[in-house]
T-cell receptor, first 115, second 113 residues
Framework: GNSVTQMEGPVTLSEEAFLTINCTYT??????LFWYVQYPGEGLQLLLK?????DKGSNKGFEATYRKETTSFHLEKGSVQVSDSAVYFC??????????????FGKGTKLSVIP | EAGVTQFPSHSVIEKGQTVTLRCDPI?????LYWYRRVMGKEIKFLLH????????ESGMPNNRFLAERTGGTYSTLKVQPAELEDSGVYFC???????????FGPGTRLTVT
């Protein structure tokens, strides 16, 4: 079956530090890859996505590149801000065979950015 | 445009009781999904509706869980009777097409004591 493994954290960084959250996956098909973010007290929001190999998703200064050869989709940001403090989830979407493109998630990484 | 809404935001019930969670998807979205996150574990898929039909319910844990989407609009997820291991956050998501982005609600935190 499909699975997603991401570094669990928690991760604590100082403002303006470089961020990397590792994510690797296994999939039976050719999945689309996502990073979702959950800010305190809010629901999941799509941060960025990539649908095929070598695609780079980007949003709000965050980037991730779909690496099929290493089955990875690592999240990076060059300079984090306090407002980036949240839980980040790596996920993939693949056809389930039961007629559904269900999402498979990693466990989430809690990021805290201190001033 | 209103997003996905869920009610209640938090529910505390005793083991053996019944709870019903509600999800209102984004208007016009035919696809509605339920997921849940049990403490310390991944967010797991429960089931998927296309309009009022269950397209995929492979993630439903057991027959204590009943999901409905009468009329193809809002959906309810009933847990009867609730067990301690049902505690967690239940998320609902909707999308216009099956392969498109899923928009999530804020979740319902269920605590079974």
């Amino acid at each position: 079956g499909n699975s997603v493994t991401q570094m669990e954290g928690p991760v604590t960084l100082s403002e303006e530090a470089f961020l990397t959250i590792n994510c690797t996956y296994t999939a039976t098909g050719y999945p689309s890859l996502f990073w979702y973010v959950q800010y305190p007290g809010e629901g999941l929001q799509l941060l960025l996505k990539a649908t095929k190999a070598d695609d780079k998703g980007s949003n709000k200064g965050f980037e991730a590149t779909y690496r099929k050869e290493t089955t990875s989709f690592h999240l990076e940001k060059g300079s984090v801000q306090v407002s980036d403090s949240a839980v980040y989830f790596c996920a993939l979407s693949d056809y389930s065979g039961a007629g559904s493109y269900q999402l498979t998630f990693g466990k989430g990484t809690k990021l805290s950015v201190i001033p | 445009e209103a997003g996905v809404t869920q009610f209640p935001s938090h529910s505390v019930i005793e083991k053996g009781q019944t709870v019903t969670l509600r999800c209102d998807p984004i208007s016009g979205h035919d696809n509605l999904y339920w997921y849940r996150r049990v403490m310390g574990k991944e967010i797991k898929f429960l089931l998927h509706f296309v309009k009022e039909s269950k397209q995929d319910e492979s993630g439903m844990p057991n027959n204590r869980f009943l999901a409905e989407r009468t009329g193809g609009t809002y959906s309810t997820l009933k847990v009867q009777p609730a067990e301690l291991e049902d505690s967690g956050v239940y998320f609902c998501a909707s999308s216009p097409n099956q392969a498109s982005e899923q928009y999530f609600g804020p979740g319902t935190r269920l605590t079974v004591t």
